[in-house]
């Protein structure tokens, strides 16, 4: 449980980290809260070169409200998240999920960043990104861009990002009037993991019914995905028993190829996603009046 | 720890140059995620030194491929044995091909024993690393035949 030896620089602005990104290539990595990367450095199966502690990095800690657009920074810890106002009054499925992660200690250093850029097929922000419809700044020595949270994820651990890049913020568009949106997860009680997790944002309508529904899995394959057949089974229609049933169970078989392992079987994942997906809904709808 | 694996995957070609690219070498060699060296050591046995890289976790090792029982086109037996710093892995697969119309699908399955620092903390993530390496061998087998096309056609 020691770490191969590595180097450690805390760059104090994100053009600093970012040359040094550029320096150090695939052989460093960024260090954030370190809640997933220091333990598998401490199994040594993650043996970086070099960590570039982001601590020290006042400007990419925070949230603050962009014109409507809520923006809050890569390392801006779970626990802050949770707590926040803002996040509270208006994406509440956020603050949900937030304050689900892992234990007191994991949310007080993990951060939403470090969560997203890690891509564990298990965690749960992912899936609230999904919903919200996010979008993430990304930053490297040659500029930065926009990338939409459902074309990030890639694989498991896999996302967009490129060696020399850094994930700098989070972006959330406002959501319209008479939204409700809702965060169900079956965890694993030892780790409080996602076996599944699914985030649920529905807008209705003046005759109540359903204008938008985004749904985002996660913990069931190895990257998070929107349940597309199960919000097409919504769009347009008044929730009652008939749709909201079709649709979680839609939404079990909106995931491809779901995992399979000692915590859950594929065919058990499917039926939990459309368990936490039925509960979601509910809540989403009701929350949306 | 047990790792069981099984899947399929759909090639647009027929059986017959399925079975010549998956039994290949050199499309074998190229096509292994994170191949660092590749020696062809017998008619149908090679050694392979992996460095695979998922997300922060990267391993390396060596491990001996062997291609069995083979009864050409339709079946073959695969057995791998080898290992390095994160772990050993001793298992064997079977491969079938089943072509209809131009169109051959290909199923595997197999179990391996895997033993060592992934088997110890890696549980969680181990099928499905594998069930993704399985995907991109094939995936890239898959561009091969799409690059080469047959001799004749057109």
Redesign the interface.
């Known amino acids: 449980m020691v770490p191969a030896e590595f180097g450690y620089v805390a760059p104090r602005t994100i053009t600093e980290a970012l040359a040094l990104l550029e320096r150090y290539g695939d052989s460093a990595?960024l260090l954030a809260g370190g809640h997933?990367?220091i333990p598998?450095m401490k199994?040594?199966?993650?043996?970086?070169s070099m960590l570039i502690d982001l601590g020290e990095i006042t400007e990419l800690r925070g949230i603050r409200d962009d014109s409507g657009t809520l923006v809050i920074g890569a390392t801006t810890t779970h626990a802050t998240v949770a707590a926040n106002e803002l996040v509270r009054a208006r994406y509440p499925v956020l603050a949900e999920a937030a304050g689900q992660i892992g234990d007191v200690q994991v949310r007080n250093r993990g951060t939403i960043g470090g969560s997203l850029a890690?891509?564990d097929?298990?965690a749960d922000l992912p899936a609230v990104m999904l919903a919200l419809d996010a979008q993430l700044n990304i930053c490297s020595p040659a500029g930065a861009r926009l990338v939409a949270a459902r074309s990030f994820f890639e694989?498991?651990?896999?996302t967009q990002l490129a060696a020399t890049e850094m994930l700098t913020e989070i972006r959330l568009p406002p959501l319209p009037a008479r939204t409700g949106t809702a965060y169900q997860k079956a965890a694993n009680l030892a780790s409080g993991?996602a076996i599944v997790g699914v985030a649920v944002v529905v807008t209705l309508d003046s005759d109540g019914a359903v204008a938008a529904a985004r749904i985002g899995v996660t913990g069931a394959g190895?990257q998070p995905v929107r349940a597309t057949t199960a919000e097409a089974a919504l769009a347009g229609r008044v929730p009652g028993e008939a749709n909201l049933s079709m649709a979680a169970s839609a939404a079990g078989h909106d995931i491809e190829?779901p995992?399979?392992?000692?915590?859950a079987s594929a065919d058990y994942r499917r039926h939990l996603v459309a368990v936490h997906t039925r509960r979601a809904l509910e809540r989403a709808i009701a929350a949306a009046g | 720890m047990p790792l069981h694996v099984e899947g399929r995957y759909s090639f647009a070609a027929p059986i017959q140059r399925v079975w010549e690219t998956l039994l290949d070498p050199a499309a074998i060699s190229g096509c292994m995620p994170g191949r660092e060296r590749f020696e062809q050591i017998g008619p149908d046995e090679f050694e392979v030194t992996l460095k695979v890289k998922?997300?922060?976790?990267?391993?390396d090792g060596t491990a001996r491929v062997t291609l069995l029982d083979q009864h050409e086109p339709v079946r073959y037996r695969m057995r791998v044995h080898g290992g390095g710093?994160?772990g050993m892995i001793d298992g064997a697969g079977d491969i079938e091909l089943a072509g209809s119309g131009g169109v051959t699908m290909v199923t595997y399955r197999g179990d391996a024993d895997v033993t060592g620092?992934?088997a110890a903390?890696?549980?969680?993530?181990?099928?499905?690393?594998a069930?993704?390496m399985i995907g991109q061998f094939f995936k890239c087998m898959e561009g091969r035949l799409a690059a080469v096309e047959p001799r004749g056609a057109q």
């Open positions: 990595r997933s990367l598998l199994l040594r199966l993650a043996m970086p890690h891509a097929p298990a694989g498991m651990f896999t993991y190895a190829d995992l399979d392992d000692m915590h | 998922i997300g922060p976790v990267s391993g710093g994160i620092k992934v903390v890696g549980q969680r993530l181990l099928s499905a690393s069930k993704m």
